[in-house]
């Protein structure tokens, strides 16, 4: 049930960034059009002799421009940004819920300076134990950690992870399962 609502939590994400874009891409071209229909305005006054009646349409128009056409980029592309953190997040949750058991030495840990939901993202560097073949081999996984678990995933513990079968690369954590390996 807990994977179902997570997916669902990742398939709502996504549906508030669509809607978030579309919001943005609509106001982008409202300011465009603003902008353009101002300017305009500013021009005719111009052309009719009146500067001090031209200036206000041309600075409000050049403005609506300057953020229609420069700023709003900066938004869509956040909005990318986000939509592309959700889609991996829900990789990643899948990859928890369905891959192969397996454990793992952490070799070391540090932040990439980013936060979600204010648990920091961090790069791990891990021995991993094949599940299938016992073999060890390194991988390195960038993940969300919540802060309560920080202390599990120091240099030198062991924890539960999951594996990607046709991947042995693809390393999810799979921390709720670490006590056992510890008992």
Do not use: W
Request: aromatic content about 2%; hydrophobic content about 45%.
């Amino acid at each position: 049930m807990e994977r179902e609502e997570k997916k669902g939590a990742y398939d709502s994400a996504q549906r508030a960034i669509a809607k978030s874009s579309n919001i943005v891409t609509i106001a982008k071209y409202v300011l465009i059009g603003l902008g353009v229909i101002s300017v305009a305005g500013g021009v005719v006054a111009l052309m009719r002799g009146g500067l001090s009646g031209a200036i206000t349409p041309l600075l409000i128009g050049g403005v609506c421009l300057y953020i229609g056409l420069r700023q709003m980029s900066t938004f869509e592309s956040m909005i990318g940004d986000a939509s592309q953190l959700v889609d991996g997040l829900a990789a990643e949750a899948q990859l928890a819920a369905s891959g192969l058991p397996a454990e793992a030495l952490v070799q070391s840990i540090r932040q990439t300076g980013r936060m979600v939901n204010q648990n920091p993202e961090v790069h791990l560097a891990l021995t991993v134990v094949h599940p299938q073949t016992n073999a060890e081999y390194a991988a390195e996984i960038i993940t969300v950690v919540d802060q309560i678990a920080i202390p599990q995933v120091q240099p030198g513990s062991r924890i539960a992870v999951r594996v990607d079968p046709l991947n042995a690369q693809r390393v999810a954590l799979a921390l709720h399962e670490s006590a056992r390996l510890t008992a």
